[in-house]
């Protein structure tokens, strides 16, 4: 749409802030966010016939003094308020609800935050010009960049969040490659891939990037972002980045250059505020001289709109740019109409509301308000005494539900938890019977099915996990055997123990090779959630990896623990780290010994390597969990996606543990000594097994439990399709319904850049496809081509209702059905469930899971509507 001054006008005024308004924001359903010096938030909500009220909840009051910044995350499930007090807090935008607080370095004031956005990462800076990462999915701080001298006064993004843009009162701007901010794999210090001096006399104050992208048509490796700041200098520079892209395998960086282009001279005193409007064809500017300016591209002031009677901190553009509001310093917000068509009777916002008091179901301002209450607890189910007539030595689940233990009294103990009242069960068939001496270590095969018992004498039993039938003996070793383990696939089992060596059994259980190296008793062992590298410890403090084809010795770590390693296991996820270098394969493993530390090792080697040489595979602390008070005798992640670990010590303590932040979630006190711990199939249980012959049995938090089922959706960061390899090409295609082309991408090697550099004709010329086949494929192509340089997709008609997005009323790209049955934007669900809300956004019911499905069709009829001519 197009803005003309004379056509603009003063469609409310609102009060309330009993201070200046330091900062303003719009969601895509017209919600209005404004931050105060009188250290409040209000969230301002549009109502037919009454224009902007209140909400109910608001003001929100969580900061101690003045708050300086306020931004709404792009799908709108989140707010970021930011302040002097050092604090940022993320709230959940639809129940007002506290999500998490980030303190800055040093607890020095912030003055800007601003969500990266593809909602990964959420970024802080201020007055100690530290510039602070924080990771959304996992809520940790991943990075802190201390590089500029003056005080941080602004943050931007690039709107394919591949560069982060900060500026500060020295003068300077500099241009971060975002992908070198998250990886944390790299200990060297970040540096800017560009920077700017003297950007603005007298300091730079506001920054803020278009969401228009252009790209090179002689090379599409290179885009142009277009960036506008000002300061104390009155006038509004306007600049271009160029950015050439290369993949990350090639180890080489992207070539970005910032040229400045153009002023804007208009304003009389300082531009304390500037923002884009949605299609980047317009720029609003807000300024000291009590004026907000709006300017087309080539620099025309196109509207002088005055109504403030004192400075104007800030200024906001709904999406659709149909309403602006300014924040001054006479404590008022003005809401104008850009259009000239508008009033409070207008209806805005279609009748998609989001229930808060469904009939028979937990409203979720109740919901949230449990994540902050007692419901957000560890509870203990059940402590059963006595248990057996030994120490509890360890326990395992298997994905039925089972708990299986070993004990001192020479049984393998079975039991069922029952879902109904959680209560305990033994199993008919339990006791197993099989070993003469203490049973010290059992294990479930990873489909259930098998479980295998080691113990002092030297003996390894299977069992059938459904019957409790004997399967196997394997034959005894001569010394005690402190370990058994699967494979993931089932088809191998090793086992360790005094003799300072390790065993590695076939799928009938034949021996088939012997580990040998370690100068001490071999405590423990863990495969790979590949199965492609084994980890064993020892005693000795020393830690070794083999490979698993042809079990020679890789590595070994010496000295990994003081006075010795008594547990190791490997994280499932196969990307636990984020990790920029696409040919090179990452693992977390977690040690613990009698230092009383729990380490989280980043074991780092190259992909596809037949002949692994010690000095290509890099091993590094990446967290060290301190809080055990003696020895730590058991580690073990979380199933799956390992976003939490739990740890068991002399210290009578088991303690839950986040793995990407390393703080302590929980401790969870015994009366003695605790040996042993397992998760739950789901992560919903904890088991812990102690030395005065108890099994505790406590329940995890629902919130904690969704959480990790929803790390396993979100990816951390979003990569950019350059560096997206075959492997990448080829889940894409799957989720877009594609799945018979992906033997062809596969054989030609399709991979993000050749999708980037070449014509969709060329790639399906290049597959061999059908018609049929090419006519789908080249559509989700030009579809991917256009998501890469965040292309939106307008219709001057009506919209069908249901294209809509319930959660942020904007058309769909990838729509996704979830288990309440709706159909929602895939990012906007995504970023609902990293708010902490886990019910459905329409119904309110609490959802049975977070799972859901692309909706192909649905995605395919918009696709046809968007193509269609007006």
């Known amino acids: 749409m197009s803005i003309t001054g004379n056509e603009i006008k003063i469609i409310q005024s609102l009060s309330g802030h009993r201070s200046d308004v330091t900062s303003c924001d719009f969601a895509s359903d017209y919600t209005l966010v404004t931050g105060s010096s009188d250290k409040t938030i209000r969230l301002w909500e549009w109502v037919r016939g009454s224009g902007y009220v209140e909400r109910s909840y608001s003001p929100l009051r969580g900061h101690k003094y003045q708050v300086t910044c306020v931004r709404i995350s792009p799908q709108g499930a989140m707010l970021a308020s930011a302040s002097v007090d050092g604090t940022a807090i993320l709230w959940n935008l639809h129940s007002g609800i506290k999500i998490y607080t980030m303190v800055q370095v040093n607890g020095d004031a912030i003055r800007v935050c601003r969500f990266a956005p593809d909602s990964s990462i959420l970024v802080t800076a201020g007055d100690n010009g530290a510039v602070c990462v924080w990771d959304l999915v996992h809520r940790s701080l991943i990075r802190t960049i201390v590089e500029h001298e003056g005080t941080t006064t602004s943050l931007t993004f690039t709107p394919d969040s591949q560069y982060l843009i900060s500026a500060c009162s020295l003068e300077v701007l500099k241009i971060w490659y975002v992908q070198d901010l998250v990886d944390t794999t790299s200990d060297s210090s970040c540096c800017p891939v560009a920077k700017c001096e003297n950007a603005h006399d007298l300091g730079v104050v506001c920054a ?56 804007f001279d208009g304003h009389n005193s300082s531009v304390t505020c500037i923002r884009y409007t949605n299609s980047g064809a317009y720029l609003v500017s807000s300024s000291l001289d009590k004026l907000v300016k709006i300017w087309d591209e080539e620099g025309n002031c196109v509207a002088t709109l005055r109504g403030h009677t004192r400075y104007v901190n800030c200024v906001a553009v709904s999406k659709d740019c149909l309403l602006a509001a300014s924040g001054s310093n006479d404590k008022l917000i003005l809401v104008w109409d850009l259009t000239g068509n508008l009033t409070t009777e207008s209806e805005l916002v279609k009748p998609l509301r989001l229930s808060f008091n469904s009939v028979g179901t937990i409203p979720e301002f109740q919901l949230m308000r449990n994540a902050e209450s007692n419901d957000n607890e560890v509870k203990l189910l059940e402590k059963i005494d006595d248990v057996s007539e030994g ?246 992640f979380s199933p799956n996606v390992s976003e939490i670990i739990c740890s068991t010590a002399t210290d009578r303590q088991a303690r839950i543990w986040s793995v990407y932040s390393a703080e302590c979630l929980y401790v969870l006190d015994h009366d003695s000594i605790v040996t042993a711990c397992a998760f739950s199939s789901d992560c919903s249980l904890v088991a812990t097994g102690c030395i005065d012959k108890t099994l505790w049995l406590w329940k995890m938090p629902q919130q904690l439990v969704f959480r990790t089922i929803v790390a396993t959706k979100i990816q951390c960061r979003t990569k950019a399709l350059i560096d997206w390899s075959t492997s990448d090409v080829i889940k894409w295609l799957k989720n877009m319904d594609l799945g018979d082309v992906v033997e062809n991408a596969q054989n030609t090697s399709l991979d993000g850049q050749k999708i980037l550099t070449l014509s969709e004709e060329q790639i399906c010329s290049g597959l061999e496809l059908s018609e049929e086949q090419a006519q789908r494929l080249s559509r989700e192509l030009r579809w991917l081509k256009q998501d890469e340089l965040q292309i939106s997709q307008t219709k001057n008609c009506e919209i069908p209702h249901e294209f809509l997005c319930p959660i942020t009323h904007e058309i769909m790209r990838e729509p996704v059905t979830c288990s309440d049955g709706f159909t929602y934007e895939k990012n906007a669900i995504c970023e609902w469930f990293m708010s902490g809300k886990y019910s459905s956004p329409l119904t309110n019911e609490i959802l049975t899971n977070t799972e859901y499905t692309y909706n192909h069709e649905l995605r395919n009829s918009i696709h046809s509507f968007l193509e269609q001519d007006d």
């Open 208 to 263: 803020e990037i278009s969401k228009k992208i252009t790209t090179d048509e002689d090379d599409p490796l290179i885009k142009r972002y277009t960036m506008a700041t000002s300061g104390n200098s009155n006038e509004i520079k306007i600049w271009t980045i160029t950015s050439k892209s290369t993949p990350k395998h090639k180890n080489t960086i992207n070539e970005v250059a910032v040229e400045y282009c153009d002023s």
């Open 391 to 636: 120490a509890i030595n360890c326990c395992a689940f298997n994905n039925s539900g089972i708990l299986a233990t070993g004990s001192g009294d020479k049984l393998v103990r079975l039991f069922r938890v029952v879902e109904e009242n959680n209560n305990v069960e033994e199993l008919n068939y339990s006791p197993l019977e099989g070993h003469t001496y203490p049973v010290n270590y059992v294990e479930f095969s990873r489909d259930g099915s098998k479980l295998a018992s080691c113990s002092l004498d030297g003996g390894t039993n299977i069992w059938n996990s459904e019957t409790g039938e004997k399967i196997a003996s394997l034959p005894e070793n001569s010394l005690s055997l402190k370990v058994c383990r699967f494979s993931p696939d089932g088809n191998f089992l090793i086992t360790a123990g005094d003799d300072e060596k390790a065993t590695i059994w076939d799928s009938e259980f034949k021996p088939i090779a012997t580990l040998e190296g370690h100068l001490d008793a071999v405590t423990s062992a863990s495969f790979t959630p590949d199965g492609a590298i084994i980890a064993t410890t020892s005693f000795n403090a020393d830690f070794r990896l083999w490979k698993n084809d042809s079990y020679e010795s890789i590595t070994v770590k010496e000295d990994a623990h003081d006075y010795g390693i008594q547990s190791c296991d490997f994280s499932q996820n196969l990307e636990p780290v984020p990790n920029n270098i696409v040919d090179v394969q990452s693992y977390l493993l977690g040690t613990c010994g009698n230092d009383g530390f729990v380490k989280l090792w980043r074991i780092s080697l190259p992909k596809k390597s037949d002949e692994l040489e010690f000095d290509e595979i890099e091993i590094k602390v990446w967290r060290v969990l301190r809080g055990h008070g003696g020895n730590v005798i058991c580690v073990r």
